[in-house]
T-cell receptor, first 111, second 117 residues
Framework: QQPVQSPQAVILREGEDAVINCSSS?????VHWYRQKHGEAPVFLMI???GGEQKGHEKISASFNEKKQQSSLYLTASQLSYSGTYFC????????????WGAGTKLIIKP | NAGVTQTPKFQVLKTGQSMTLQCAQD?????MSWYRQDPGMGLRLIHY???????DQGEVPNGYNVSRSTTEDFPLRLLSAAPSQTSVYFC????????????????FGPGTRLTVL
């Protein structure tokens, strides 16, 4: 079942912070975060694994609450380059280890 | 390394035509997959492969076939194109096999933009 992302879109001024949420109705093995710029392919940001391990960029932070089946991506001191659509992908016990992607959160950064 | 390459970048088909979208990777990745992305939506898995000779269906497999004869290549065949298959198609690969794949970074190709008239 598709994870739910919120908000659907957010507009920020450069330097402001943003939080993007991803929630699932199922127990999760892992949560993946990717950013996609218009007309381009998704690019890896972070993986959060059950048990607390994280893999990803140093300047991107995220949390994974296993009990609540939720993850949040934190973008601090946003830069113009952060603009794009952010997707979470989740792996749950019913997905046969395949990623199920959310609908995305569009982030617009204004100077 | 070229990473993940896809051809063609753009394609227009008429209803009923067939074609093959090509995908290749030079990273020796076991796992490869095909997604489609419709406007304003996330990625939906069509088919995936955990190694040469092994393929399986994803969320939306109808109307598509795949094969994996080599580690490097994973073509996607549209059997009889329909307007509902108008979409952007992405191929992706990652290092791990089935169970390990969900812990690994997926590398995406640049996409193929397909229009079916």
């Amino acid at each position: 079942q598709q994870p739910v992302q919120s908000p659907q879109a957010v507009i920020l001024r450069e330097g402001e912070d943003a939080v993007i949420n991803c929630s699932s109705s199922k127990a999760l093995y892992s949560v993946h975060w990717y950013r996609q710029k218009h007309g381009e392919a998704p690019v890896f940001l972070m993986i959060l694994l059950k048990g607390g391990e994280q893999k990803g960029h140093e300047k991107i932070s995220a949390s994974f609450n296993e009990k609540k089946q939720q993850s949040s991506l934190y973008l601090t001191a946003s830069q113009l380059s952060y603009s794009g659509t952010y997707f979470c992908g989740t792996v749950d016990m019913d997905s046969n280890y395949q990623l199920i992607w959310g609908a995305g959160t569009k982030l617009i950064i204004k100077p | 390394n070229a990473g993940v390459t896809q051809t063609p970048k753009f394609q227009v088909l008429k209803t009923g035509q067939s074609m093959t979208l090509q995908c290749a990777q030079d990273m020796n990745h076991e796992y490869m997959s095909w997604y489609r992305q419709d406007p304003g939506m996330g990625l939906r898995l069509i088919h995936y492969s955990v190694g040469a000779g092994i393929t399986d269906q994803g969320e939306v497999p109808n109307g598509y076939n795949v094969s994996r004869s080599t580690t490097e290549d994973f073509p996607l065949r549209l059997l009889s194109a329909a307007p509902s298959q108008t979409s952007v198609y992405f191929c992706a690969s990652s290092y791990g096999g089935l169970a390990g794949g969900h812990t690994d970074t997926q590398y995406f190709g640049p996409g193929t933009r397909l229009t079916v008239l």
